[in-house]
T-cell receptor, first 115, second 112 residues
Framework: DVKVTQSSRYLVKRTGEKVFLECVQDMDHENMFWYRQDPGLGLRLIYFSYDVKMKEKGDIPEGYSVSREKKERFSLILESASTNQTSMYLCASNPLGQEKNYGYTFGSGTRLTVV | GESVGLHLPTLSVQEGDNSIINCAYS??????FIWYKQESGKGPQFIIDIRSNMDKRQGQRVTVLLNKTVKHLSLQIAATQPGDSAVYFC???????????FGKGTKLSVIP
């Protein structure tokens, strides 16, 4: 069964801490995405990556950075966590589109609380 | 900008009844649509998809209808069960894009 695995289900961090959220996929997908999900706002794209070492800003990149050193791993970094970054974070991946199937596979999510 | 939206934010149905969840999209160039189900505390799961060259696709207890004329997408769930209680999202991607645009979701509550 194909999977996108997020390393933590729940995290509690202090304001100002540097936070790493890890995501690994085993489907050899080229594309990987990080979203945050907040009540009433839906899914908002933070960053995405088309390939190793490539990254593109999404709609809300401020306060975040990403790293894609290997194809299967896409890390989201909160440089200095703030309380307004308390949210559910979702990682997703999809293939480049050779088969015209652009559906994402999502991870289970990481619920981050910044105190 | 282009967006995907939902007509109803919440829907309550009696167990055993059919459910219909609606979605309006605004990008006429979109050629691929997906419905996701998200249970509480979990990530979204793929339910069913449809390409723009179709107007109907059926799965197990679910049917997706696509009306390109009015840019409307619906998800029908037959004989709704308590396990169907979740938030349902529609998503689209524009022609040539591999990025999805998501609706905000409809919460489906099944009354036993």
């Amino acid at each position: 069964d194909v999977k996108v695995t997020q390393s933590s289900r729940y995290l509690v961090k202090r304001t100002g801490e540097k936070v790493f959220l890890e995501c690994v996929q085993d489907m050899d997908h080229e594309n990987m995405f990080w979203y945050r999900q907040d009540p009433g706002l839906g899914l908002r794209l933070i960053y995405f990556s088309y390939d190793v070492k490539m990254k593109e800003k999404g709609d809300i990149p401020e306060g975040y950075s990403v790293s894609r050193e290997k194809k299967e791993r896409f890390s989201l970094i909160l440089e200095s966590a703030s309380t307004n970054q308390t949210s559910m974070y979702l990682c997703a991946s999809n293939p480049l589109g050779q088969e015209k199937n652009y559906g994402y596979t999502f991870g289970s999510g990481t619920r981050l609380t910044v105190v | 900008g282009e967006s995907v939206g939902l007509h109803l934010p919440t829907l309550s149905v009696q167990e055993g009844d059919n459910s219909i969840i609606n979605c309006a999209y605004s990008n006429s160039a979109s050629d691929y649509f997906i419905w996701y189900k998200q249970e509480s505390g979990k990530g979204p799961q793929f339910i069913i998809d449809i390409r723009s060259n179709m107007d109907k696709r059926q799965g197990q207890r679910v049917t997706v209808l696509l009306n390109k004329t009015v840019k409307h997408l619906s998800l029908q769930i037959a004989a709704t069960q308590p396990g169907d209680s979740a938030v349902y999202f529609c998503a689209e991607n524009g022609a040539g894009s591999y990025q999805l645009t998501f609706g905000k979701g409809t919460k489906l509550s099944v009354i036993p």
